[in-house]
C-alpha cells in the first residue's frame, strides 16, 4: 500500500509540473509577462554584480515557450 502512495506521489508532483509550466508560458506571451520580464532584467542591469549583456540576452529569449 506504502508503494501506491508513492506513485501518487510522484503522479501529483508531475501534474502540479506540468500545470506550473503551461502557467509560465501562457504568462510570459502575455503583455504583463513582457513587462516583468523586462522589469527584471533592469533590476539585474543595475547590481553592481551580474551584468545581462547582449548575447546572454539573446539566450534568455530563446528560452521563452
Do not use: A, F, N
Given at each position: 500500500m506504502s508503494e501506491n502512495k508513492h506513485k501518487d506521489s510522484r503522479r501529483k508532483f508531475f501534474v502540479t509540473a506540468?500545470?506550473?509550466a503551461g502557467a509560465v508560458a501562457v504568462v510570459s506571451q502575455t503583455p504583463?509577462?513582457?513587462a516583468i520580464a523586462e522589469q527584471a532584467s533592469t533590476m539585474i542591469e543595475d547590481s553592481?554584480?551580474?551584468k545581462l549583456s547582449d548575447h546572454v540576452?539573446?539566450?534568455?529569449?530563446t528560452t521563452l515557450v
Open positions: 506540468g500545470v506550473t504583463l509577462g513582457t553592481k554584480g551580474y540576452r539573446k539566450y534568455y529569449k
